[in-house]
């Protein structure tokens, strides 16, 4: 890749999946570096254990000072390394830990929207506790990271206003789009605290289109298109038929970054 054809470069690697040696992330860096690129988004839901996120063992978990490790070998190569801690969706590595099952949006037993044996992913929005949380582990893992940006991920959401505090105050699509809001903006006014703009997922606006009305327009959109394009009621990517997420951001004129869909088996 040119290194003047894009300002930003980016290229994101999935450690919460499949955690990988500190040796492989600095080998990784080293290739991308190679290849033009000046950004490493490191995809880690709970993979940094903290003072306020201890839980996690070892062999699942990277240190404080792992992180250093990763973002000096990468900063020395002129590489920035952005994190994704997403407190929306994609909560499991944190919500699998019995110590923070008590903010699981599933807490009571209720199926989610994909059906009784998903297990979820999701924060409970009305438990105050869970900004809380938020709050003191966000602040832990962006200090960690001199990169102005911080994405927050909120993607694939579909254990969402089902427990009995939420539901209270969430019924229909107004609502629900009132609560995704609420929790988007108490999201960036705590990472504009830690001096953070923030990155986001945007399939969940599918969902909730007129949410992009009512958020602040400097949060980066990534749209996150997989393989191929598709319709499923998980609204990955634009759907073939109607307006797309893409125009309506355009409409509000967000920034977007667009992540062309690249995925990377584990297994042969
Ligand atoms: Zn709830």
């Keep these: ?14 450690l919460a999946r499949q955690m990988e040696t500190l040796e492989y992330i600095y080998g990784f860096t080293d290739m991308i570096t190679r290849h033009g690129f000046n950004t490493l988004v490191l995809y880690l839901e709970a993979r940094i254990r ?5 839980w996690l063992p070892e062999d699942e978990s990277y240190s404080p000072d ?26 499991e590595l944190f919500l699998r830990r019995p110590e923070l099952a ?3 949006e599933l807490r009571e037993g209720v199926p989610n929207r994909l059906g009784a044996d998903d297990p979820g992913m999701s924060f409970c929005l009305s438990l105050e506790e869970s900004y809380t949380f938020f709050e003191a582990y966000f602040s832990e893992v962006a200090a960690l990271f001199p990169s102005p940006w911080f994405h927050v ?25 009132a609560l995704f809001v609420r929790h988007i903006n108490r999201t ?8 953070k703009r923030i990155m986001m997922w945007d399939d969940m606006f599918e969902h909730y289109p007129s949410a992009l009305d009512s958020i ?12 191929t ?28 970054s667009w992540c062309p869909g690249c995925s990377t088996p584990t297994t042969p």
Excluded at 216 to 227: E, F, H, N, R
């Design 153 to 177: 991920g909120c993607d694939e959401f579909f254990d969402f206003a089902c427990c009995s505090l939420c539901r209270q105050h969430s019924k229909g699509e107004a609502a629900q789009t």
């Design 229 to 256: 394009p598709s319709i499923s009621h998980k609204g990955i990517l634009r759907t073939a038929n109607g307006p797309t997420s893409l125009h309506s951001m355009r409409r509000v004129a967000s920034p977007i």
């Design 66 to 91: 792992d992180i250093r490790k990763i973002v000096a070998h990468a900063a020395a190569q002129g590489i920035e390394v952005v994190p994704v801690v997403s407190n929306l969706g994609h909560g």
């Design 188 to 195: 960036h006014g705590i990472l504009k605290q830690l001096g």
């Design 1 to 14: 890749m040119a290194s003047g054809a894009m300002e930003f470069r980016a290229v994101q690697l999935d």
């Design 50 to 54: 903290t003072a306020s996120f201890p």
């Design 102 to 104: 008590h903010l699981w």
């Design 216 to 227: 602040p327009t400097d949060i980066v959109m990534c749209p996150g298109s997989m393989m």
